[in-house]
């Protein structure tokens, strides 16, 4: 079993910054990969951004310049550090992760339970 646990949304007026983080835990033996996701009401979810084991990254248009994403040394935990926050940047963000239970098998994904944030104009 693994448990990703996120924390740091919130409601932020535009303009403004938020943090999250998303802390990986359980029965781990690598993670290849791990990143967010949002989901906006009514819309379809968006890769909002990826880092790899070797710390490559990947945004959409949409956040590059403004969001950042990072690693912690272990690995373990992903940030993702949003500035310059729009209105429709308003969303629920799940973070997820690529995880190696054991050396010999493929990586399954594994999600959290999301954090809202709510960008007001």
């Known amino acids: 079993q693994v448990q990703l646990v996120e924390s740091g949304g919130g409601l932020v007026q535009a303009g403004g910054s938020l943090r999250l983080s998303c802390a990986a835990s359980?029965?781990?033996?690598?993670?290849?990969?791990m990143g967010w996701y949002r989901q906006a009401p009514g819309k379809q979810r968006e890769l909002v951004a990826h880092?790899?084991?070797?710390?490559?990254?990947e945004y959409p248009d949409s956040v590059k310049g403004r969001f950042t994403i990072s690693r912690d040394n272990a690995g373990n935990t992903v940030y993702l550090q949003m500035n310059s926050l729009k209105p429709e940047d308003t969303a629920v963000y799940y973070c997820?992760?690529?995880?190696?239970?054991?050396?010999?098998?493929?990586?399954?994904?594994?999600w959290g339970q999301g954090t809202q944030v709510t960008v007001s104009s």
């Open positions: 997820y992760a690529w995880v190696k239970a054991h050396s010999d098998d493929g990586p399954f994904p594994s």
């Open positions: 359980g029965n781990i033996f690598s993670i290849n990969a």
């Open positions: 880092i790899t084991s070797g710390d490559s990254t």
